[in-house]
């Protein structure tokens, strides 16, 4: 059976252009308390990152991680 692995994670000196970032709908205060997505520009992967501390990193998710999560979120899973 194959574990799970965790997203890989950047270290904020690693920069990754990132097609257009949005915060989640559940962020309070306009995205002053939560997290921001996107797709990336140069492969098929998704980024995650602190809305309140943009520069400190973020997680990448492979395409197929991405819509598990996703659907995980929807299903109230998560």
């Given at each position: 059976m194959n574990?799970?692995?965790?997203p890989a994670q950047t270290s904020p000196e690693v920069k990754v252009a990132v097609v257009g970032w949005r915060?989640?709908?559940y962020s309070e205060n306009?995205?002053?308390q939560c997290?921001?997505?996107g797709p990336v520009a140069d492969a098929p992967r998704y980024a995650v990152r602190d809305s309140r501390h943009p520069g400190h990193g973020?997680?990448?998710f492979s395409a197929a991680e991405w819509t598990l999560f996703l659907g995980g979120v929807k299903s109230r899973l998560l």
């Open positions: 574990t799970p692995q965790p915060t989640s709908s306009g995205g002053g997290v921001e997505a973020m997680f990448l």
